[in-house]
């Protein structure tokens, strides 16, 4: 029960992630959260739109895990894997907030998962 809670607020964190990106990259919401100028977004707005579409096939990955139940562990421990990753990896190469705010939540889901 614990291990999909917290795999459903994983789940909603890069549904958030992914408005921010695909929809709100070029507007002060976006500017202000990821702090940019209006030039840079502007000139980066496509790429953030990738980005956010694969915080999309996260999402994806975790409601599919959720929806399958008990069955779903392996697809569950996969995408959030495949979450840690990737905070670890934006930690290393964007900002060390980034652990804390995708890395963090995915590693407490997994070993919830795990330990369930």
């Known amino acids: 029960m614990i291990a999909n809670v917290l795999t459903a607020v994983v789940a909603l964190l890069h549904v958030y992630f992914m408005f921010l990106e695909m929809i709100a990259w070029d507007k002060p919401l976006g500017l202000k959260t990821f702090r940019l100028t209006q030039e840079f977004a502007s000139a980066s707005k496509a790429l953030a739109m990738n ?6 096939f996260l999402v994806a990955g975790l409601v599919w895990g959720l929806w399958l139940g008990d069955a779903g562990f392996a697809i569950k421990a996969f995408f959030l894997g495949c979450v840690i990753v ?14 804390f705010v995708q ?11 795990v330990y369930a």
Not at 103 to 113: S, V, W
Request: glycine share 20%.
């Open 86 to 99: 990737a905070g670890v990896f934006g930690a290393l190469t964007v900002g060390r907030k980034i652990l």
């Open 51 to 56: 980005q956010g579409l694969y915080n999309g």
């Open 103 to 113: 890395a963090g939540p995915a590693l407490l889901a997994l070993l919830a998962l």
